[in-house]
């Protein structure tokens, strides 16, 4: 008898928590298994699988029972309401990250005379922060850059399929973005401490880039480097917006502040109530 939908979700939500993994993976790959919406499904809960999506659905779930994130799993996320292909070359998108994208949009709206501005992703990864703000101001130049070629690969890929034209380089930090000046940076580098490994989640680290996750000198590394390096590669007005680690505000707001003297700088929480996000504006 084939097995339903439901039966098959409770079954394997119960062998995820008992392995100590996230239950709600098991209801994720079902949708993306079934090509449903989380309403269809729910209203489809008593459908049987097919044979094909039985067969898919359980080998999948074998993948996640052995710590495999489920957006590896399936080989993508969405973000900003695009949809994004992700492999273990790339972060997995985060929502907070979404905070950043929207703060900077909106801030730009504020501080830019004309539409057509030019804009840089230091760090891109798959390529979500570019491809999302192209796609929210089509009108900007933007450019991303990646150190890793195989981060670039995916990040090509997922502007193609979303349809946006970014330009990518590659290249480490500023480097390839330093012939010209710029209106917009946006980075979510890598900014967690190596002793901070011991206290985070199995699933992330076995999978995750480790380059695209730890950064030296207490995960301050890469915040240092672009305070250093983008004063004279910015235009006035400007900004700068990086997402934190929730513990870095206070460091990552003095790095900045003393690069631009000038400059607002704004420590912003997430969500969650965490500092999470640094914007540095500069006005003419």
């Known amino acids: 008898m084939t097995e339903k939908i439901y039966e098959a979700l409770q079954r394997a939500s119960s062998l995820l928590e ?7 993976a098991a209801q994720l790959l079902m949708e993306f298994i079934t090509n449903k919406s ?6 489809d809960l008593r459908e049987p699988l097919t044979a094909a999506q039985h067969k898919s659905f359980w080998d999948k779930t074998t993948e996640l029972l052995e710590g495999k994130p489920v957006q ?79 981060a670039l690969a995916i990040a090509k890929g997922n502007a193609k399929a979303n349809g946006a034209n970014v ?20 980075s979510n580098p890598p900014y967690i401490a190596h002793e901070e490994a011991t206290l985070m989640s199995g699933i992330v680290l076995d999978h995750e880039p480790h380059n695209a996750l730890f950064a030296d000198e207490d995960g301050l590394y890469f915040y240092r480097k672009l305070a250093e390096n983008l004063p004279p590669l910015m235009n006035k007005p400007s900004l700068i917006a990086v997402e934190i680690g929730y513990m870095q505000g206070p ?15 704004e420590t912003v929480k997430d969500i969650n109530g965490k500092d999470r996000m640094i914007f540095c504006e500069t006005r003419e």
């Open 18 to 24: 008992k392995k100590g993994h996230e239950p709600n």
């Open 38 to 43: 989380r309403a269809s499904l729910l209203a």
């Open 72 to 150: 590896y799993v399936i080989g993508e996320e969405s973000f900003y309401g695009y949809i994004f292909k992700v492999d273990e070359n790339v972060l997995i998108p985060r929502p907070e990250t979404e905070e950043l994208v929207y703060g900077a949009l909106e801030r730009s709206e504020k501080l830019f005379a004309t539409k057509k501005i030019s804009i840089a992703d230091i760090g891109t990864g798959s390529g979500a922060i570019a491809i999302s703000i192209k796609k929210e101001w089509p009108e900007a130049s933007v450019t991303a850059t990646d150190i890793s070629e195989g």
């Open 167 to 186: 330009n990518f380089l590659q290249g480490d930090l500023t480097a390839p973005i330093a012939q010209e000046k710029w209106d917009v940076v946006l």
């Open 251 to 265: 460091a990552v707001h003095k790095l900045f502040k003393d690069s631009f003297p000038e400059a607002i700088v």
